[in-house]
């Protein structure tokens, strides 16, 4: 049966590493990318607030210059009716608000996320536990928790980021919660260095049939990220969003 459970393990951590590498392939060019996207959209968004307004002021007295130059000619007999630049009068103003309401929710969620960040940044040095599809190794050893609904057989496989695996542990979990810890060696004994892995949690049924466990890491955060209007805590060399954090201990 452990062989088995192993087996499957590594099946399905291969694909699980594969879309990892994948997405950790693209996430690098991305965040990049969207850190660059998010300065510029920092720099242009005031900028594109202020020439919003610029344009509205600029047509606003133009109108209101037309306005006055038709009252000033209009022939008294026939007076031009007031509904239609009064409902025009009425447009700018709503544009105007608009435009500002869009300003109000830009400073609105910049100083939300520093608030984040600020909260984030508490907790560098502490131990925290999170969701995520990554392992960080820090210091040469790493922790991961699972439930299992039964008590038998769970196999962990561990990938190195360049999807090749490096570790195949089979153990006895019991029913409920467990905690697995890596002592950073793979399979022939070899001290990997600190990083991101991949790893994927099987375990193994009465009758065969295997079941893939959803996992939590734990690690020591060491650093935070502000991008694209997310914060991010790092854990070593893994980065994970703040709001998939569950616990923080000192």
Known sequence: MTSSVASVAY????????ANAAAAGIGGASSSTSAASSAAASSTGGSSTANALSSLSSNYNNFLTMLT????????????????????????????????????????????????????????GSKVTATSSQLPLQNGTATLNFN????????????????????????????????????????SGTQMPDGAYNVAVVEGGANGATTTLPFTITGTATG????????????????IPFTAVTNVTK
Request: hydrophobic content about 35%.
């Open 148 to 187: 299992a609904p039964t008590s038998g057989p769970v196999a962990v496989a561990v990938y190195n980021s360049a999807g090749q695996q490096i570790l195949d542990s089979a153990i006895n979990a019991t029913a409920g919660s467990n905690s697995w810890t890596w002592n950073g060696k793979d399979a």
């Open 224 to 239: 935070v990220t502000s991008s694209a209007n997310s914060v991010s805590l790092q854990l070593g060399n893994v980065a």
């Open 11 to 18: 099946q399905q951590s291969q694909l699980t590493a594969a």
């Open 69 to 124: 130059t038709q009252l000033r000619n209009q022939d008294p007999t026939n007076p031009v009716s007031s509904s239609q630049f009064t409902s025009e009068l009425v447009q700018f103003s709503q544009v105007e608000q608009q435009i500002n309401t869009n300003q109000s929710l830009t400073q609105l969620l910049q100083l939300t996320q520093a608030g984040d960040l600020t909260q984030a940044s508490a907790m560098l």
